[in-house]
């Protein structure tokens, strides 16, 4: 049912943890399923992520696909963690189950409103990033898969 990586990084998640005082904090969820996902943002002064974490309540692909999404955003610019997408990461993790692709809207999210949050905090726009939702709904999700 799981591709060989979501195991793993369900089994092996990367980037477990809390950031003290992070630059930014995003925290979204899934009402109908419960999966909760949270990410920490450690941005330095040149807009680079230097360090991100996460924490996530929830079933195996909701933790896989964060801490997929958390390498994928490591060591990147904003700008281009904004390209992380939840297409993105479910190719990443060589697919989810159709009933799980909504986990890989929750890490997209989660992302954006952790930089939302950074945005917030530090007065700056961030091209292409709009106030994120707090409850993800699996009507949003785009069934390309």
Same mark, same amino acid.
Request: net charge negative; with cysteine.
């Given at each position: 049912?799981? !591709?060989?990586?979501? #195991?793993?990084?369900?089994?092996? +998640?990367?980037?477990?943890?809390?950031?003290?005082?992070?630059?930014?904090?995003? !925290?979204?969820?899934? $009402?109908?399923? &419960?999966?909760?996902?949270?990410?920490?943002?450690?941005?330095?002064?040149?807009?680079?992520?230097?360090?991100?974490?996460?924490?996530?309540?929830?079933? &195996? $692909?909701?933790?896989?696909?964060?801490? #997929?999404?958390?390498?994928?955003?490591?060591?990147?610019?904003?700008?281009?963690?904004?390209?992380?997408?939840?297409?993105?990461?479910?190719?990443? *993790?060589?697919? *989810? +189950? +159709?009933?799980?692709?909504?986990?890989?809207?929750?890490?997209?999210?989660?992302?954006? $409103?952790?930089?939302?949050?950074?945005? !917030?905090?530090?007065?700056?726009?961030?091209? &292409? *990033?709009?106030? +994120?939702?707090?409850?993800?709904?699996?009507?949003?999700?785009?069934?390309?898969?």
């Amino acid at each position: 049912m799981y !591709t060989e990586k979501v #195991m793993d990084h369900f089994e092996h +998640p990367r980037n477990v943890g809390e950031i003290e005082n992070a630059s930014g904090m995003g !925290t979204v969820g899934n $009402a109908k399923c &419960g999966d909760i996902m949270r990410i920490y943002l450690d941005i330095d002064d040149n807009q680079i992520i230097q360090d991100v974490k996460f924490k996530t309540f929830g079933c &195996g $692909a909701a933790v896989a696909t964060s801490s #997929m999404a958390t390498e994928m955003v490591k060591g990147k610019s904003v700008q281009e963690a904004m390209e992380v997408t939840n297409k993105a990461v479910c190719e990443a *993790l060589d697919g *989810l +189950p +159709p009933v799980k692709v909504h986990c890989s809207l929750l890490a997209e999210e989660a992302i954006h $409103a952790a930089l939302w949050d950074y945005a !917030t905090k530090h007065d700056i726009k961030i091209e &292409g *990033l709009e106030k +994120p939702k707090s409850d993800i709904g699996e009507e949003e999700v785009v069934e390309e898969y």
